[in-house]
């Protein structure tokens, strides 16, 4: 069995770095890293975050702000819509639109006080409880 030549290495690993993109982004590529960066964490990073004790569990947070009107299983009650098919990235940016004043819809004002006082822990917590 020969040995490789640790300079052959060398030589492979310089060729392979010259392989690599270094140039920099164009303005086309910008909004694309813009939009990258303002993309919300995920909610599970969230609430690794917290130490253990200060972690808001997402079932007590769905029934003291959501059962009412979305239902025990998030079927949706009356005029309220169901929960489910959203994914918790998803259900997470619905919430933080409505507690910024930007979703619009019918319950619109409804959300906007059922979250006004939510924590982001507590969206995020909420949002993978309902989110599947």
Not at 15 to 40: R, V
Not at 57 to 75: E, I, S, W
Not at 125 to 131: D, E, H, L, N
Request: glycine share 8%; with cysteine; aromatic share 4%.
């Amino acid at each position: 069995m020969n040995p490789i030549h640790p300079g052959l290495i060398l030589l492979l690993c310089a060729a392979l770095a010259a392989c690599g993109d270094a140039t920099a982004p164009t303005s086309e590529n910008a909004p694309q890293a813009e939009s990258a960066a303002s993309a919300l964490t995920h909610p599970s990073d969230i609430l690794a975050a917290l130490p253990p004790e200060a972690q808001p569990y997402g079932l007590d947070v769905y029934t003291a702000k959501c059962v009412a009107c979305h239902g025990n299983l998030g079927q949706g009650i009356a005029k309220n819509p169901a929960l489910r098919g959203l994914t918790p990235i998803a259900m997470q940016q619905k919430l933080h639109d409505y507690r910024a004043g930007k979703a619009a819809g019918a319950q619109t004002a409804v959300m906007a006080a059922a979250v006004a006082g939510l924590s982001d822990a507590e969206i995020a917590a909420v949002s993978i409880y309902t989110g599947e």
